[in-house]
């Protein structure tokens, strides 16, 4: 940190001078970047922020405008402070416009009582100046050393936040783009009072840049993505006026570097996988990002005993019901052991397919079957042999018994160019059915016909395409509410589930319709758009229940 005018205050060189605070004293906490020694009644020209200006005040204007003006133009070009010497021009005290013109200000006015040599001066604190700049960029290859061995070795989220918190002393947060917190770091402070609201009280902090400081609530803020692709923010969480902001931040770099290792773990993703499973990964993978061409799939696939060509795919999804959220390693294995699992029951069903972890909760399951197989018979016979394998792991690893995966297929396909559209669609019927299984089935699987937009969105959760549609559509609407404690998305959503009508609204907000018109009217003003229309209304439904599933 930068030396404060208070700490060069207390240099024995200016304590020799006799300092006495005549004006500012409550800014002195204001770093000083260098020492200036002028004369020049418009010395403001010259500087460039920062700097201790010291004066015998010999040339500085006799008028009250003036001096309004030469303090004026120093606050505005962000001098730490001004210093004037008496024996010159002044000598038991300073102008009565100058020392109301700095209070006004706020700017550090001090006197010396006695005569100092001003070189003295300009040598101690550049010292400080200096000093402060080694020990930063000290601190700089601290920072850097310790995230580059954090990123050679793979460490988890929870580790790099962990390290940031404990350099900065402060609590840490990583959040999503829709607000919600995927990893934090208390740093001693009690975890409900940290995390307590989290969602209003992000919303309302909003700095300029992908790194700034938000002076109101104390927070640092930086983005964290990687190749174009933002998917949240990492915060440090301060109380306000607690650390200055702007570029001078003293925890912007470490705030930075950590974005970085957590971006670069993202993209570097170690799976403890059999060398078939993960070549089996790796054509499905193919086939779902189209990083593989079609001949390429097939060629590959034939050559692991899985002919894809001249038969029927059909894309099948699995995942497991969710439980306590395991720790890291834990969860890696428990996916791998699903996945052989799944894979056994291939075999049993003596079905060809390609197995594979689709990614970290899933297992992805590409069946091609020949011209004399039934399809749901085979569907059928694979899924009763994975709930049955699946329950009997569970017995033999747990005192309790273990909830059946659930088993999504898409429709079946007829060329190899298709699988991408029966695996998609048996991912979605996947992940909806997980989240809102319908109850009554008397089908062993889930297929298309289970799942509506609210499945859809619910696939799409933690997709940051949606997370931004959900705020483009909502955001104004959802920082009004934050900031003023509103229900105004309530009354948005109440209207819009009853069909438009205003009346049926207002009866179910349980409010007179002349209070809930103006509701409405507020919502139009703030979003900028008109209710009446049917595009608009359903862009905002679309957002509420998508806001619902990202919520989950």
């Known amino acids: 940190m930068l030396p404060t005018v208070a700490r060069v205050l207390d240099l024995e060189v200016m304590r020799r001078g006799l300092p006495q605070v005549v004006a500012g004293a409550d800014h002195l906490e204001r770093p000083v970047r260098w020492v200036h020694v002028s004369e020049l009644p418009d010395v403001a020209g010259v500087l460039q922020g920062g700097e201790l200006v010291l004066t015998t005040g010999i040339a500085l204007p006799d008028d009250r405008e003036g001096l309004a003006r030469y303090v004026r133009e120093l606050d505005e070009v962000g001098v730490a402070g001004l210093v004037v010497e008496y024996g010159r021009r002044y000598f038991d005290s300073l102008p009565r416009a100058l020392v109301h013109a700095a209070e006004q200000r706020g700017l550090p006015l001090i006197t010396l009582r006695r005569e100092l040599r001003f070189v003295a001066v300009t040598e101690a604190v550049h010292a400080l100046v200096v000093n402060a700049q080694l020990e930063q960029l000290r601190i700089s290859e601290s920072v850097h050393q310790v995230f580059n061995e954090l990123v ?71 983005t964290v993505g990687a190749r174009g692709q933002d998917w949240g923010r990492l915060v440090l969480v301060q109380e306000p006026g607690a650390l200055p902001g702007g570029e001078a931040h003293p925890h912007t770099m470490l705030l930075e570097r950590g974005a970085s290792a957590l971006a670069l773990n993202r993209l570097v993703v170690r799976d403890r996988e059999s060398l078939e499973r993960q070549t089996h990964r790796t054509l499905l993978s193919g086939v779902l990002t189209h990083a593989l061409t079609v001949s390429e799939v097939a060629l590959r696939a034939q050559a692991l005993g899985v002919p894809l060509e001249g038969r029927r795919l059909v894309g099948v999804v699995l995942r497991q019901r969710r439980g306590p959220i395991p720790a890291a390693l834990e969860a890696q294995a428990r996916l791998r052991d699903f996945t052989e699992l799944a894979a056994g029951a291939v075999r049993a069903c003596r079905l060809s397919a390609l197995v594979g972890a689709l990614d970290d909760e899933g297992v992805g399951v590409l069946i091609a079957l020949g011209t004399q197989q039934d399809e749901h018979a085979a569907l059928d016979a694979f899924s009763a042999t994975l709930r049955r394998m699946s329950a009997e792991a569970g017995r033999e690893n747990a005192p309790v018994p273990v909830p059946a995966p659930v088993v999504a297929v898409g429709s079946s396909v007829g060329s190899v160019r298709d699988a991408r559209r029966t695996l998609l669609e048996a991912t979605q019927v996947a992940d909806a059915a997980l989240h809102d299984a319908p109850g009554g089935r008397a089908a062993s699987y889930y297929r298309l016909p289970d799942v509506r937009l609210r499945g859809l969105l619910h696939l799409l959760r933690d997709d940051a395409r949606l997370q931004t549609y959900v705020e483009r559509e909502l955001g104004p609407l959802l920082a009004h509410d934050a900031e003023h404690n509103g229900q105004l998305v309530q009354m948005l959503r109440i209207y819009l589930e009853q069909g438009r009508n205003k009346s049926a609204a207002a009866d179910a907000a349980h409010l007179s319709r002349p209070s809930f018109y103006d509701r409405l009217h507020k919502v139009e003003r703030i979003l900028g758009v008109d209710l009446d229309q049917v595009e608009s209304c359903l862009s905002l439904h679309v957002a509420l229940l998508a806001l619902d599933a990202v919520r989950r």
């Open 152 to 222: 050679v070795e793979g460490a988890e989220p929870p580790e790099v936040i962990r390290q940031v918190a404990r350099m900065a002393g402060a609590p840490v947060v990583l959040e999503n783009l829709a607000h919600q917190v995927l990893a934090h770091d208390t740093a001693g402070r009690p975890e409900a009072e940290l995390l307590e609201d989290w969602e209003r009280r992000s919303r309302g902090v909003r700095p300029p840049g992908r790194t700034g400081h938000d002076p109101r609530s104390g927070w640092l803020v930086t």
